[in-house]
């Protein structure tokens, strides 16, 4: 079995404010899963909408016959409640619904510089492989910001392949050099072929 990884670094000026909402606005953080079916996120963006909310970042997918995402919105602060409760009506279609409050960085905050890393890993499928990569990343206290993956067949072999792509932020101090040491010596225990790419 091997695997091919590559990654990138960026450097990004992250702001004070992470959650992409205005001051006088609340972030909320929604999870929704439920059978696939035509309109459900015509629903939810309705619910949304209706109350004066702003549709902001999601990550939707249909896994297995589930419809299933995260969705950041932005609700004015006094109706922040009513968006919450239009939302969970949806749960009478069948559609599961939970609501966070999302935080935000202190206005105060200094902005500051962070590294990024964008990761792809393609190889044969076996148990393990998400696990003793991100292990790897968090021995590092690197966070894993956005991550998919998913099987397809190989050409002309049809063999089950495993592919996924992360990005990742690193904690301050730690450079790109130290995560990729730590990629190259995964790449010895586990047949990982790595190439670093920078621009």
């Not at 004070?16 to 909320?28: I, N």
């Not at 993956?149 to 790109?176: D, Q």
Request: proline share 5%; net charge negative; aromatic share 4%.
């Amino acid at each position: 079995m091997r695997l091919a990884l590559r990654f990138r670094w960026l450097r990004c000026r992250i702001p004070a404010r992470l959650d992409g909402t205005t001051d006088m606005s609340t972030p909320l953080v929604l999870t929704l899963i439920g059978d696939d079916r035509p309109g459900l996120v015509a629903a939810v963006s309705h619910a949304v909408a209706a109350n004066g909310a702003t549709w902001l970042e999601s990550r939707l997918a249909h896994l297995s016959g589930k419809f299933a995402g995260i969705v950041l919105v932005g609700a004015p602060d006094d109706k922040a409640d009513a968006v919450i409760v239009a939302l969970r009506d949806l749960e009478r279609d069948g559609l599961k619904v939970t609501v966070e409050r999302g935080g935000a960085a202190a206005a105060t905050e200094p902005p500051v510089w962070r590294e990024k890393l964008d990761l792809e890993i393609v190889g044969h499928e076996r148990p393990g492989i998400v696990r003793d990569l991100t292990q790897t990343l968090k021995a590092l206290d690197v966070n894993i910001e956005e991550f998919s993956s998913g099987l397809e067949s190989a050409p002309f072999t049809g063999v089950e392949m495993f592919r996924a792509k992360a990005r990742v932020r690193l904690p301050n101090g730690l450079a790109p050099g130290d995560v990729r040491r730590m990629l190259e010596r995964l790449a010895g225990e586990i047949m990982v072929d790595l190439t670093l790419c920078d621009d």
